[in-house]
C-alpha cells in the first residue's frame, strides 16, 4: 500500500504543477480532442473518489485531537 500513497502524492503534485501552469481555459481549448473526452469520461469516478477520501479526512480532522500516549509522547526535557 505504501507504493500506492507514494504514486498517490507524486500524481498530486503532477496534477498541481499543470493546473498551476495552464489555466484551465487554455487546457480546453488547446488540448487535444481524445484528451478532453478522456478527462470528460473519467474525471467524475476520480473526483467522485478523491470526493470521498477528502470528506473521511474532514471528518477525522474536524473532531477533537486524540490524547497521545504519556509512555511515548516526547516532552522536551533537556538534561
Request: glycine share 6%; hydrophobic share 45%; charged share 25%.
Amino acid at each position: 500500500m505504501e507504493d500506492v500513497a507514494d504514486r498517490f502524492l507524486e500524481l498530486i503534485h503532477e496534477l498541481e504543477d499543470i493546473a498551476n501552469a495552464v489555466p484551465a481555459r487554455q487546457a480546453f481549448a488547446e488540448f487535444d480532442e481524445t484528451t478532453l473526452q478522456l478527462f470528460w469520461k473519467r474525471w467524475p469516478h476520480v473526483s467522485g473518489w478523491a470526493g470521498s477520501l477528502w470528506t473521511l479526512l474532514s471528518a477525522e480532522l474536524s473532531g477533537p485531537s486524540t490524547m497521545q500516549d504519556p509512555e511515548i509522547d516526547e516532552i522536551g526535557e533537556s538534561g
